[in-house]
T-cell receptor, first 114, second 114 residues
Framework: AQSVAQPEDQVNVAEGNPLTVKCTYSVSGNPYLFWYVQYPNRGLQFLLKYITGDNLVKGSYGFEAEFNKSQTSFHLKKPSALVSDSALYFC????????????FGQGTTLQVKP | DGGITQSPKYLFRKEGQNVTLSCEQNLNHDAMYWYRQDPGQGLRLIYY???????QKGDIAEGYSVSREKKESFPLTVTSAQKNPTAFYLC?????????????FGEGSRLTVL
């Protein structure tokens, strides 16, 4: 079965420090991977995706993610965190059954402190 | 601007009552989805539709119903058979099964059962 795991419920970083939010996946075949961000009582906003090609994907708001096939990981990164980055982050993998639906991890709360 | 509109933003319901959540998109997307979000559980798929007049159950369809009479509309009815309906409901759309791209989300509807 396809699945996504985000092993950390919460990540705390100081403003200006680099941040990493972890994601691992389990899927047969080539994965299509996504990161979304959610602010309180709002919908999900798309950050970036990996379909094929370069393992380092750049996205919105200075975020990037590194696809690692051997470790089945797709960690979200940012070189210098901002307080405004504090939010809930979701990793997702596209269903391989050609339905277009996404399977989400349980989410990781990022807290950036001044 | 193109996007997805969900209404109402907040909804209160008494036990035993059915309630319908609206979802409208003007992105000309073929596929639409309903997810339920509970704290610490990520997003779980309720129903999805890849084309007008057709829809499929997701992982937690019991106690819910949908219709897809128009391309731009995908309303969700939470019936009295849903045991624990209090949650945040998110509607999304995408270009469809052949698309490798992301889902676009509405701002969500928060349902509280009193």
């Amino acid at each position: 079965a396809q699945s996504v795991a985000q092993p950390e419920d919460q990540v705390n970083v100081a403003e200006g420090n680099p941040l990493t939010v972890k994601c691992t996946y389990s899927v047969s075949g080539n994965p299509y991977l996504f990161w979304y961000v959610q602010y309180p009582n709002r919908g999900l906003q798309f950050l970036l995706k990996y379909i094929t090609g370069d393992n380092l994907v750049k996205g919105s708001y200075g975020f990037e993610a590194e696809f690692n096939k051997s470790q089945t990981s797709f960690h979200l990164k940012k070189p210098s965190a901002l307080v405004s980055d504090s939010a809930l982050y979701f990793c997702a993998v596209r269903d391989t059954g050609n339905t277009g639906k996404l399977i989400f991890g349980q989410g990781t709360t990022l807290q950036v402190k001044p | 601007d193109g996007g997805i509109t969900q209404s109402p933003k907040y909804l209160f319901r008494k036990e035993g009552q059915n309630v319908t959540l609206s979802c409208e998109q003007n992105l000309n997307h073929d596929a639409m989805y309903w997810y339920r979000q509970d704290p610490g559980q990520g997003l779980r798929l309720i129903y999805y539709s890849q084309i007008v007049n057709d829809f499929q159950k997701g992982d937690i369809a019991e106690g819910y119903s949908v219709s897809r009479e128009k391309k731009e509309s995908f309303p969700l009815t939470v019936t009295s058979a849903q045991k624990n309906p209090t949650a945040f409901y998110l509607c999304a759309s995408s270009m469809g099964r052949s698309n490798t791209g992301e889902l676009f989300f509405g701002e969500g509807s928060r349902l509280t059962v009193l």
